[in-house]
Every structure is written in structure tokens, then in C-alpha cells.
């Protein structure tokens, strides 16, 4: 079987981490792409390596700035070859009720949960298609499907990452290109699950199988939706929220 190279955004965070993993069993080589200010990269790769992924390479950049895509997506490739598979999971909030939000806040999520899909995949979607084969998987968010209030910006965001796909997947579906999205719930990340234990309950209540997802659920459909056996499946949103809504 042809190992090929995943590339994932926002690596080091618990959704990202958990990603990374799912590839790399599933047999991928895996480039973490992370922001320059997490400082504890060193720290990760120890605990990754202890967990038994030893051979994760590193890039950093800010998924925001275009030059810094194309440098990663270019460090990715001298260190490890074509970048088959992309992941865009990077992605921050600055929750606000949109009458106190300011404009620095609405431009942040936008251009790192959003733009960040033009800067990241315009440097490797071109040259799948050349090749005529590639995976584009991006996270997405059930607020993205159904809106949440004080998060105008980060639900906007999350809706455009699925028109994204739709379009894209369009494009790129005749070049053996398949482009998806994920709209995960609510994960138990360590930043979720160091929530206020009331607020916490108050969130699982309200999700129908009264649980939250383990990051390695999303982690799992990513490394599905990379996989050989997925060529026929693209411009879908896979809902994976316990429930929780509907399209």
C-alpha cells in the first residue's frame, strides 16, 4: 500500500492531536502544522513519541498569513515529499453577543477559521489534482450548521468552511480530488473538559446520547475520509454531534 502524506492544521491541540494519531495508524505520514507561539512543541513530540508516533515532522507557521502557508506546505514537502492529504483544523473562537463584538475579533476568526482554507489548500489542491489523486478534509462545526448565539463570527466562519467544500469538491470532483467537511459537537478535549463541572453537565444534557465525543471519533472520520476506499464520497458534511441537530 502507497504511504501517503497527510498534512494537519492545527496539530497540537486535543482535536488535532487525536487526528494526527487516527492518520498515522491508518498508515499515513504525518507533518504537523502548528502556530509558532505554542511553545511546548518539544513537550508534544516527547508524548506523542511516548505514545508509540515517533516519526511526526513539524512545520510552523500562521495559517492566516498566505506566505506562511506556502512555506510550511514547502518544509512539509522537502522533509517528506507530495502532500497527498490536507486537513484544515486549525481554527480559534472569540465569543461575543455580536452588539459587544468588536471588529479585531470578527476579523481573527475569520481569517484563521476561514481564510485559512484559501491559504492552506491553494498550495497543495492543484497539484492532487495534476497528480490525480489527493484527500482536502475540513472542520467544520455544528454551530457552522446551526448557529450558536455570541458566536457570529465563529458560526459564519463554520458555515463558510462547508459552501467551501461543496464548491470545491465541485471543481475537483472529475481529478480524483475529493474534498469533505466535519462538523464535530461537542469534544472532550482538555480544554472542554476543563469547564466549570456545572457548565460541563449543562452541555452533555443537552446532547441527545449524553456523552460528548472522544477526540478520536473526529480523528477516525478524517482518517476514513482519507482513505483509499473513500474516492466516491465528496462535498459531504459528516454531522458528528450525538444528536445534538439535524440537517
Given at each position: 500500500m502507497t504511504q501517503r502524506v497527510a498534512l494537519v492544521t492545527g496539530a497540537m491541540g486535543g482535536l488535532g492531536t487525536a487526528i494526527c494519531q487516527e492518520l498515522a495508524k491508518a498508515g499515513n505520514k504525518v507533518v504537523a502544522a502548528y502556530h509558532p507561539q505554542f511553545d511546548n512543541k518539544d513537550a508534544w513530540l516527547a508524548d506523542m513519541a511516548a505514545a508509540g508516533f515517533k516519526d511526526f515532522v513539524c512545520v510552523a507557521g500562521d495559517v492566516s498569513v498566505l506566505e506562511d502557508c506556502q512555506r510550511m506546505v514547502a518544509e512539509a514537502e522537502a522533509a517528506c515529499g507530495q502532500v497527498d492529504i490536507l486537513i484544515n483544523n486549525a481554527g480559534i473562537t472569540r465569543d461575543r453577543m455580536f452588539a459587544k463584538m468588536e471588529r479585531d475579533g470578527w476579523d481573527a476568526v475569520i481569517a484563521t477559521n476561514l481564510t485559512s482554507l484559501f491559504n492552506m489548500t491553494k498550495q497543495v489542491s492543484a497539484k492532487m489534482a495534476e497528480r490525480g489523486w489527493g484527500r482536502i478534509v475540513n472542520i467544520s462545526s455544528v454551530n457552522g450548521v446551526?448557529?450558536?448565539?455570541?458566536?457570529?463570527?465563529?458560526?459564519?466562519?463554520?458555515?463558510?468552511?462547508?459552501?467551501?467544500?461543496?464548491?470545491?469538491?465541485?471543481?475537483?470532483?472529475?481529478?480524483?480530488?475529493?474534498?469533505?467537511?466535519?462538523?464535530?459537537?461537542?469534544?472532550?478535549?482538555?480544554?472542554?473538559?476543563?469547564?466549570?463541572?456545572?457548565?460541563?453537565?449543562?452541555?452533555?444534557?443537552?446532547?441527545?446520547m449524553k456523552r460528548l465525543a472522544k477526540p478520536e471519533e473526529i480523528g477516525y472520520a478524517c482518517a476514513y475520509l482519507s482513505n483509499e476506499l473513500s474516492g466516491f464520497t465528496t462535498g459531504a458534511t459528516i454531522n458528528i454531534n450525538g444528536g445534538l441537530y439535524y440537517q
Open positions: 446551526k448557529g450558536q448565539a455570541g458566536q457570529t463570527n465563529y458560526s459564519a466562519a463554520k458555515a463558510g468552511v462547508i459552501g467551501f467544500t461543496k464548491a470545491l469538491a465541485a471543481e475537483l470532483a472529475a481529478k480524483g480530488v475529493t474534498v469533505n467537511a466535519i462538523a464535530p459537537g461537542y469534544v472532550a478535549t482538555k480544554m472542554v473538559m476543563a469547564i466549570k463541572p456545572e457548565v460541563l453537565q449543562t452541555i452533555v444534557d443537552s446532547v441527545p
